[in-house]
């Protein structure tokens, strides 16, 4: 596996890549893998010749200072991680590499910015296509993947590349769960097993959503589930809404052609999302 640390080498190799008429796929991290990440790797390496992973804690997307200082860094675990994988390049730029102190960055990116994640992290969602949009022009890859499990940053860079014209395909991916049914991700580090037990509500919480949507009505199923969630011990509910799964506009009737179901809660200290597609 390469190891690049700047733009310019990371698109010098790129170049030659390119020259030999191989196609680029990205997968950008913030790093502390685990299989959700590599499963991106996977599907990434399906369709493009050349894998590209990019490992960045982007202090533009942290609106809690803390979080940011508390990020999980295991860079040498990572890169035995991928070394292990179909991965070819890993770019690790410093953040002195990608930005310039007091650098100004502000995209239009409608309501949608503002809603469920942007309504709790306001300002996440101009950092992330911030950085989304440095890792693209430094990659310039054909396909770039995403997972699921950051729906709403999903449709955020869909609609970013649309409105810049960024010649990319966009490849949204599953979520990869714990076999409990947990989401994984970085920050389960700090979970202990009693929160990670307790952190279950949220996934056991959308999948009774999933099993009752046939038969209830979408409000009042919703009401019982975050009565439940109130309830819940070890958790703070921060939302659980079922959405229009193009727009995140909130649905009370069953006649969109798609309806997500997504979830927040802290539990201890610790910030977990979830989500899962209904119809
Ligand atoms: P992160 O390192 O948390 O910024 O995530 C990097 C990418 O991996 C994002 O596109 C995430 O949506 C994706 N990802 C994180 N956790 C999972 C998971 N459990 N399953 C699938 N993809 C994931």
Redesign the pocket.
Known sequence: MEIFYTRKALGEYLQKIRERKLSVGL???????????L??IKRARETSDVVVCS?FVNPTQFNDKRDLENYPRPIDSDIKMLESTDCEVLFIPAVEEMYVPGEEWHIDLGGLEHLLEGRIRPGHYQGVTQIVKKLLDATNPDQA???????Q??LIISLMVKKLNIPVQLVL?????EPSGL?????NVHLSELEKRQALALFQSLTKFKEGFEMNDIELLRNTIVQDLNNSEGIKLEYFEIADAETLHAVDNKDAKHIIALSAAKVGKIRIIDNMIIK
């Open positions: 997968v950008p991290t913030m790093g502390a893998l685990h299989q959700g990440h499963s991106l490992i993947f995403f997972g699921q499990k950051d729906y940053q999903f991916c599953p979520i990869v769960r989401a994984m991700s970085s920050r």
